[in-house]
């Protein structure tokens, strides 16, 4: 098991966009699925994009179309693409595996979308 450490978050308008960076400390190379979840004020943990070891891609209705995860598997990093961000997008984001065993969990990066 290995640490994960995400940035890229910030303040950001409605319609801009922002690049997060998921660093893991362990090889992902093994790790079948990684995705980037989600948590706004008062709401669940969320699951937005996942990506396979082959590179298979999945995201959820709220984020599709405008949200890109990609993964660099020599560099242990996952990213994620966010364009024409709302203000529903604002939300404290992470990133781990999609199934159990979870890595232990991050400080997430804070993204705020203002309208």
């Known amino acids: 098991q290995g640490q994960l450490a995400e940035s890229g978050g910030g303040l950001v308008q409605a319609g801009g966009s922002l690049r997060l960076s998921c660093a893991a400390s362990g090889s992902i190379f093994s790790i079948n699925s990684m995705g980037w979840y989600r948590q706004a004020p008062g709401k669940q943990r969320e699951l937005v994009a996942s990506i396979t070891r082959g590179s298979s891609t999945d995201y959820s209705g709220s984020v599709q179309g405008r949200f890109t995860i990609s993964r660099d598997s020599a560099k242990n990093t996952v990213y994620l693409q966010m364009n024409s961000l709302k203000p529903e997008d604002t939300a404290v984001y992470y990133c781990?595996?999609?199934?159990?065993?979870?890595?232990?969990w991050g400080q997430g990066t804070q993204v705020t979308v203002s309208s």
């Open positions: 781990n595996l999609v199934s159990r065993p979870y890595w232990s």
